[in-house]
Every structure is written in C-alpha cells, then in structure tokens.
C-alpha cells in the first residue's frame, strides 16, 4: 500500500519555483524560448483565415485537432505541410517548435530547415539543425576530428551572429542545451571548452564552459576546479548573474553541500532581493535536514512580499518537518482561508497533523472531506485508519466496503487499508486471511504480494515470506524492498544470514540511502560479527530517520561493544518518541532487564 503518511511531507512537492533557472541547463527540456506547451488555436496564425485554400484550411484544422487530441506528431506533419505550401515562416516556426516538444527530431529539423529558408535572419531554426548535428552524428564528439562539421557549423552560427550585430552571448547560453542528447559529456566539454576560446572577455562563453564541465558529473578534482574556474570567470565579468551564480552553488555541492551554502549565503549578503538564489539555499538546506535555517530564508522571503503564498506554503511544510505542529496548523490554517493549492494538499496537510497530535476525530473528518482526486482519495483511505484509532473497527470496515473503488489498483488499495486495520489491532491472523484471499481475487499483485509476506512474518510463517517475496522477485527482480525484505527476515530469522546479507547488498545497490535498507545492512553486518562496519551503517540510518527500531538495533551494537551506558542513553531518548515499539522494548527486556 501506499505509505500515504509520506506524501505530503515530501518537499519535492515545494518545487522550488523561485529558482527561476533551472540547473543544469542540458537537462533542461529541448523546448524553444518561448514555446507554450498548450499551444492556442491555429487562428493565431494570421489575422483571418479568408482566402485560405479548402486543402490548406483542411491541414490547419487537423493540426488545431490534433494538438487538443494530444497528438502532436500529426499537428507538427499538418503545419509543416501547410507553411511549405503558403511559404509562410510563422507556421514552419510552429511545425518546428511542436516537433522539437514531441521529440519528434527529423521532422523539427526538417521545418526548422523550411523555417531558416523563409526567414534567412533567424537564430533559432539554425540552432535547431545545429543541435540536431550534435545529437545525430552518433559518431562521438570530439573537438578536432569526428565532429569537425559540427564545429564548423556552431562557429559559423557565432561569426555569423558577430557580424550581424546579434548577441553572440545568447548562442553560447543556448549551447550546452544543443548539446544535451550527446552522450559523450567529456568530448562536448572540450567542444565548448574549444568554441569559447576566442571570446575570453565574453561571461556567457565562461558560463557555458562551467556548465559543460559540470555536465561530466566532476568525475575529477581537476575536472571540479576547471569548472569552478570558468564560473567564477562569468561572475568577475558579469557581478551578480543569478545564473552563474547557482551554477556556481551547484558545482560546489557536489564537492560540499556546506561550501555551496556558505557561497549562496555570501552571495545573497551581496545580492539579499536574490529569489533564485534563495530558493537554491532553502534546497541544499533542506537537503542537509537544516529545516529552520531553511524556513527562516522563507521568513524572509515573506516578510518582503507577504502576499506570496507560496512563501508561506514553503513554511508550513518545514514546520511540519520540525514536528512544529502548532505553527505548521496556524500556517496551513491561513493558506485554507485564502484558498490557496490544488488537490487538496493543504486539507491533507491538516488533517495529518491532526493525526500527529492525536485528534484522530478531527483528522478522520478533515481527512474524510478532502476533495476527489488522487490526493482525495489516498485521504479518504486515512479516514479509514482514524476510525481504528478509534476504536470502531466495524465502521472502519464498513466505510471501506462502501468506497467507489473502480480500479484494481484501488480496489487492492482498499483490502491493503482493511488488512492494516486489523495488523494494527493486533489481528494478524485476520489480515493473513484477508490478504490470501484478495491474492486469490487478484493473483501476482506485488503490492498484496509484499503485505502477506510482512503479516506472514508476524506469524512466523518464515516459508510463506520466502515463496511470496521470491513470487514478488520474479515478477520485480529489481525490487529494492523486496530484496531488503526477503534478506532482513533471512537475517534476522534464520542461520542463513550469508544468504540474507546478498539480497541486501543488491537493494542497497539500488536504493543506497534508504534508511531501512541502511538498518537492514547494519543488523546483518552485526549477525555476521562485523561490530564496526555495524555501527557505521546504523548510524547513517539513525540520521535519515530517527527510528525506534533502529535504535534498537543500533543500540544493541552498541551494547556488543561493551558501550553499555550509550546504548542506555539512546534506547531511553527513543522510549520517549515510542513507548510501545515492540522490538525496542524486546531489546530492552533481553539485554537490560
């Protein structure tokens, strides 16, 4: 099931939409300036469409169908087709630009071609067929051989740019986007490295050289310092470019996310009305799980403009991250009011930390009234634990049969809830039967696949874990839960702790900062007596998510290793946050009765 509990926390949902840049630029998506993704009508295209052949009006009217279908393979055909008959440099422009947006390359390329022909002045359709050579010569970059046509082409767009008075800045701003489908990072480094050398007083020219460096992923130190170089070059002759600025930040963070801050925080004391700048320190922050220091830049933010809601939105998720769950309530409370957010993320928001705090009445009717909608209907299975948590387990299930589930996939989702209603009420016997027979209505469902083998577990039904996570591994041989799963129970429950150790190898492998696969690789490297390496793994784990278990585990390592009184310490200050944690009390009884 869905851990719905961890959705809204997640701050991706933030989206850092002040960084008004987005880094690196060869991610970026292969999009023009200024294309719109929902491109209006076809009517835009002139003044009037009177005078228009039948045939012509025919192909602008598919296009214009095509593109509300969602099709814009055919729309890009039907304007390409209809500028080639009118000679019309507008719609070659649009053919091109919604064939670059579909990834549809040749056809782009070929308008962009008729595009170049019927407005000769034009920047962007030779960049598309530039970037097109980059992309297409599948023959590996390199600056002096291989793709001397492409260099010839790209130095050719920035003398011509030169001589007619145009910003050859812009060119190589765009260059590394051009570049961006070329797999071999290293050689379209030196191809930019080699195109910016006879502009040394140009800062954009130094900027695309930072980028591309860093677009190698800094597999070096000197690779790093080139990079740190050509930025700071940018920024000696351009003070104060946000852009290279959070460049900058980036190419540093890959060394130290504690370099990258200080950076941003010395270039904000220089450039403080900066919100590129202070969305991209608020991130590294909250990368670092520096939630205060991340909510004050927002406090901030807010303080100078407190009609952006977003800032606020900003602070109420960081102050549910900081378990502030009074002002996280007051934040979201004020967002509510003002009717701000989609999908119902502040109702949910809400009604969780109703949930935190205990008011699972109040959590169950703000969780029950979100609007329908994928959030909706993730909240309205919540509604179903609080009634649990009540202690009317016969309206919970109630409630649950009633649900308009019309897909599988929900209508899996829903006997996962009722199953965790009973594992929470201590049945596990019940959900084991009712997860076997929604396995029977729904064979080979892995989610439903994983839950029995967790109950069966409980059970110790230790061959039913085997054969449901080894079924589940079949169809998900890349399944880093699995793996951890099947591999923890092997650990933990049987002498084959070799056996286990492997599988949870291959999940950290997959997912390497998962703090249950680091806590799985900590217990095993203790069953297998390797006290050191033990703590090293527990402890990285304890610090992406402080857990009673985990401190159990830790804190019997610990006790391994004749550190008694720490072990104490921690298996207290975790007693405190859970008091009822099976396992954390079990190791408490066992090793210090």
């Known amino acids: 099931m869905t851990d719905f509990r961890r959705i809204p926390f997640s701050l991706v949902s933030l989206g850092w939409a002040l960084a008004a840049?987005?880094?690196?630029?060869?991610?970026?998506?292969?999009?023009?300036?200024?294309?719109?993704?929902?491109?209006?009508?076809?009517?835009?295209?002139?003044?009037?469409?009177?005078?228009?052949t039948a045939e012509l009006m025919y192909r602008l009217l598919i296009g214009d169908i095509a593109l509300q279908r969602g099709e814009p393979g055919i729309a890009a055909r039907a304007y390409f087709e209809a500028a080639r008959e009118t000679r019309d440099a507008k719609l070659a422009r649009r053919a091109t630009e919604i064939g670059l947006a579909a990834r549809l390359r040749p056809l782009a390329v070929e308008s962009a071609r008729l595009w170049s022909e019927l407005e000769p002045d034009a920047e962007r359709p030779r960049q598309v067929i530039a970037g097109s050579a980059a992309s297409g010569a599948g023959r590996g970059l390199d600056a002096g051989t291989a793709s001397f046509d492409l260099k010839l082409e790209l130095q050719r767009l920035l003398a011509e740019a030169v001589a007619s008075g145009q910003s050859v800045g812009d060119i190589f701003v765009q260059l590394n986007r051009l570049l961006a489908s070329e797999t071999d990072h290293v050689a379209a480094y030196r191809l930019v490295l080699s195109l910016a050398q006879p502009y040394p007083n140009l800062a954009e020219a130094h900027f695309a050289v930072a980028l591309a460096a860093f677009s190698t992923g800094l597999p070096d130190s000197a690779t790093a310092a080139?990079?740190?170089?050509?930025?700071?070059?940018?920024?000696?002759?351009?003070?104060?470019?946000?852009?290279a600025a959070l460049l900058k930040a980036e190419i540093l963070g890959k060394q130290s996310p504690d370099q990258a801050v200080t950076y941003l925080k010395e270039f904000l004391q220089a450039q403080p009305t900066s919100r590129p700048a202070s969305g991209a320190l608020a991130q590294f922050l909250v990368e670092q799980k520096r939630y205060a220091e991340a909510r004050a830049v927002f406090e901030r933010l807010w303080k100078v403009d407190p009609t952006n809601r977003?800032?606020?939105?900003?602070?109420?998720?960081?102050?549910?991250?900081?378990?502030?769950?009074?002002?996280?309530?007051?934040?979201?409370?004020?967002?509510k009011q003002a009717d701000f957010g989609e999908g119902g993320a502040v109702d949910i928001y809400l009604a969780q930390i109703a949930e935190e705090t205990g008011r699972y009445q109040l959590a169950y009717e703000r969780y029950k009234a979100a609007p329908d909608g994928e959030r909706g209907w993730l909240a309205k299975l919540r509604a179903a634990?609080?009634?649990?948590?009540?202690?009317?387990?016969?309206?919970?299930?109630?409630?649950?049969?009633?649900?308009?589930?019309?897909?599988?996939?929900?209508?899996?989702?829903?006997?996962?809830?009722?199953?965790?209603?009973?594992?929470?009420?201590?049945?596990?016997?019940?959900?084991?039967?009712l997860l076997t027979r929604a396995l029977v209505e729904h064979p080979d469902q892995t989610d439903l696949l994983y839950d029995l083998a967790m109950?069966?577990?409980?059970?110790?039904?230790?061959d039913v874990v085997e054969t449901r996570l080894g079924r589940l591994l079949e169809i998900k041989p890349e399944s880093p839960h699995a793996l951890n799963a099947l591999g923890y129970t092997l650990v933990d429950r049987t002498q084959r702790v070799d056996e286990g150790y492997a599988l949870i190898e291959r999940a950290h492998k997959l997912s390497p900062d998962d703090p249950f696969i680091l806590d799985s690789m900590g217990w095993a490297l203790y069953r297998l007596g390797k006290l050191d390496d033990a703590e090293t793994y527990l402890r990285r784990?304890?610090?992406?998510r402080p857990d009673a278990e985990i401190a159990?585990?830790?804190?019997?390592?610990?006790?391994?290793?004749?550190?008694?009184?720490?072990?104490?310490?921690?298996?207290?200050?975790?007693?405190k946050a859970a008091p009822d944690n099976p396992v954390l009390l079990e190791t408490m009884r066992r090793l210090a009765p």
């Open 385 to 433: 634990a609080m009634l649990g948590k009540l202690n009317r387990m016969d309206e919970a299930r109630r409630y649950l049969a009633d649900l308009p589930a019309v897909t599988i996939e929900q209508r899996v989702e829903v006997r996962q809830a009722e199953a965790q209603l009973l594992r929470d009420a201590g049945d596990n016997s019940g959900a084991y039967n």
């Open 21 to 52: 840049v987005s880094l690196p630029a060869a991610a970026q998506s292969e999009l023009g300036p200024g294309l719109v993704r929902n491109p209006p009508p076809a009517a835009s295209h002139a003044d009037s469409r009177e005078g228009l």
């Open 310 to 335: 977003e800032y606020q939105f900003a602070m109420a998720v960081l102050s549910v991250q900081m378990k502030d769950w009074a002002t996280a309530e007051a934040q979201f409370a004020e967002l």
């Open 541 to 544: 784990a304890m610090t992406e």
């Open 455 to 462: 109950v069966a577990e409980k059970l110790d039904k230790i």
């Open 552 to 575: 159990a585990h830790l804190g019997e390592v610990l006790w391994a290793k004749g550190e008694r009184g720490r072990a104490n310490e921690l298996w207290q200050s975790q007693l």
């Open 226 to 243: 080139a990079a740190v170089r050509a930025v700071d070059s940018a920024l000696a002759l351009k003070p104060g470019w946000e852009r």
